[in-house]
């Protein structure tokens, strides 16, 4: 049997004719977890990065820069900040306000990600971070975009 991995769960197999068919799924990645968090400092399973602020999805993570949007604490997390997570397939998005909710979260950005049918969640970021790994622990497909200062 000649086996070859094809980039998904898959094989190939010989049939009765002598060819190959190929007999393949795609798993949904997981979300990774949130592995610590402390002031300033972030850090998300299967990354070697550190972040101030980070964005994470099913498969990935990245730094959070808020130059990319212009955004500021006030008006807080616009529609373009979570765009990128919410096109990740998410079910649930979770936003972090900072360790002192000094973020805000206008309601356009809200209703921009329930327009989509994701579940949205606003929390203090230490709570942020709790409530996104159990969720990573339920299998569901969440993303988040977190803020690790004030």
Not at 38 to 51: C, D, H, I, N, P
Not at 119 to 125: H, I, K, N
Request: hydrophobic fraction near 35%; charged fraction near 20%.
């Amino acid at each position: 049997v000649d086996v070859r991995y094809t980039g998904l769960l898959g094989v190939l197999l010989p049939t009765s004719q002598g060819l190959e068919l190929e007999i393949s799924a795609r798993l949904p990645m997981a979300s990774p977890k949130i592995a610590s968090l402390s002031w300033g400092q972030m850090k998300v399973q299967g990354s070697t990065l550190t972040y101030k602020d980070c964005k994470v999805w099913p498969g990935g993570s990245r730094a959070w820069d808020w130059r990319e949007t212009g955004t500021e604490h006030s008006p807080g997390v616009q529609p373009a900040d979570v765009k990128e997570v919410a096109e990740k397939g998410v079910q649930t998005l979770v936003i972090g306000r900072g360790m002192s909710e000094a973020l805000k979260v206008p309601p356009s950005t809200v209703e921009y990600l329930q327009k989509q049918g994701i579940d949205v969640r606003v929390l203090q970021t230490e709570q942020a971070v709790k409530e996104y790994n159990a969720l990573v622990a339920q299998g569901v497909r969440v993303g988040g975009v977190f803020h690790s200062t004030c």
